[in-house]
């Protein structure tokens, strides 16, 4: 089975601009995830899907992150605008639904902003 | 403020002796406990989990120690090798009104000296 797939692996954007990162969860997941990585804030949740519907926005992140998840095996990540301080890895991870269950992390987006 | 805490940063064991990596948390409604392991460059992965009803689970060389009234838990990994030097990082959840998301603590950076 193939695991959490993420795209791009590597993007460079210009101050202000739109990025649109992409997760194709595991097969029959039905939690899906997204978190930013940093070395200084360490992993924080963006937002959680569970089959397709959205449980958690990550306050915080609001104002210029917005994910959605139109159908159960594809989920975007749009960051508008973005700012230097975006400069980090996105991850998606995906788990079964019933309880918590292991996360499986794709291999992550590692975002630059110029 | 940090709800899962991982207060050092770095840990060096040397071969053989037993890693405790700790964790700490403030919410007293999370029933859900594990451990990630996170090589460079890679995702992380999960490598035990306990639930609240439980105060110990082992699996091979790894036992998770949950302390409830302490808002403590750790993981003792015993003949440590080489090949455990990674990032740990420490998760919690609270799964009241059915939401499976974990908060993770920053990352404890274990090195396993020959």
């Known amino acids: 089975d193939a695991g959490v797939t993420q795209t791009p692996r590597h993007e460079v954007a210009e101050k202000g601009q739109t990025i649109i990162l992409k997760c194709e969860p595991v097969?029959?997941?039905?939690?899906l995830f997204w978190y930013r990585q940093t070395k200084i804030q360490g992993l924080e949740l963006l937002s959680y899907?569970?089959?397709?519907?959205?449980?958690?926005d990550g306050g915080a992140f609001k104002d210029r992150f917005k994910a959605e998840m139109l159908n159960s095996s594809f989920s975007t990540l749009k960051i508008q605008p973005t700012e230097p301080k975006d400069s980090a890895v996105y991850l998606c991870?995906?788990?079964?639904?019933?309880?918590?269950?292991?996360?499986?992390f794709g291999p992550g987006t590692r975002l630059t902003v110029l | 403020g940090q709800q899962v805490k991982q207060s050092s940063p770095s840990l060096t064991v040397q071969e053989g002796g037993i890693s405790i990596l700790n964790c700490d948390y403030e919410?007293?409604?999370?029933?859900?406990f594990a451990w990630y392991k996170k090589y460079p460059d890679n995702s992380p992965t999960l490598l035990i989990s306990v639930r609240s009803n439980v105060d110990k689970r082992e699996d091979g060389r790894l036992t998770v120690f949950l302390n409830k009234s302490g808002k403590h838990f750790s993981l003792h990994i015993t003949a440590s090798q080489p090949e455990d030097t990674a990032v740990y990082l420490c998760a919690a959840g609270d799964s009241g009104g059915s939401n499976y998301k974990l908060t993770f603590g920053k990352g404890t950076l274990l090195t396993v000296t020959p």
């Open positions: 919410n007293d409604m999370f029933d859900y």
């Open positions: 097969s029959g997941h039905n939690d």
């Open positions: 899907f569970r089959s397709k519907s959205l449980m958690e």
């Open positions: 991870a995906s788990s079964f639904w019933g309880g918590y269950a292991e996360q499986f």
